[in-house]
């Protein structure tokens, strides 16, 4: 099952449209949807490793607008949708991200590119806090930039001899990642009793 979809997203990734589902996403990503671009940026980087610099500052770029975009939500839009965060399972992490501000203040941001609460959350949090806009957007640039040209450098290292790999295991790491994810769900609900 992983392998038919691990190949399927290598075919998007050498699409000719590739670059433009990437930013989409990654703008997206950071404020209202689900799926991080890295899920885009491996493949494509895998496909084309010598534009790794490249797709890692496209996805940063556009990583940081979504993120000011989702700013603009929690800014002029909290209460609307307030119920969404309740409805969709993000409460607690908004709870968190609060925190996080209240400790961190700019550092929260920064942390946010690597953790595993979803990006989406701080850029609304941050809006909804009113925190100053250029701190964060610089925040959000390095965060979001370490990160991505990360991933980028190490799919780039790793190359052919990572992707072979990975075309060998990828249905066991999508079955461990989906026993993880079921893992930390019920952890997260036993723990929250």
Partial sequence: MFSRIYRLTLDYARHRHALWFLTLVSFAESSFFPVPPDVMLAPMVLARPERAAFLALVT???????????????????????????????WESYVVARQWFDQWGFWAVFVAGFSPIPYKVFTITAGALAMALPPFALASFIGRGGRFFLVAAILRWGGVRLESSLRRHIDRLGWITVGLVVAGVVLSRAVGR
Avoid at 77 to 89: D, K, M, N, R, S
Wanted: with cysteine.
């Fill in 60 to 90: 940063t770029v556009s990583s940081v607008c979504g993120g000011i975009f989702g700013y603009g939500i929690g800014y002029f839009a909290f209460e609307t949708i307030e119920p969404w965060l309740h409805q969709f399972g993000y």
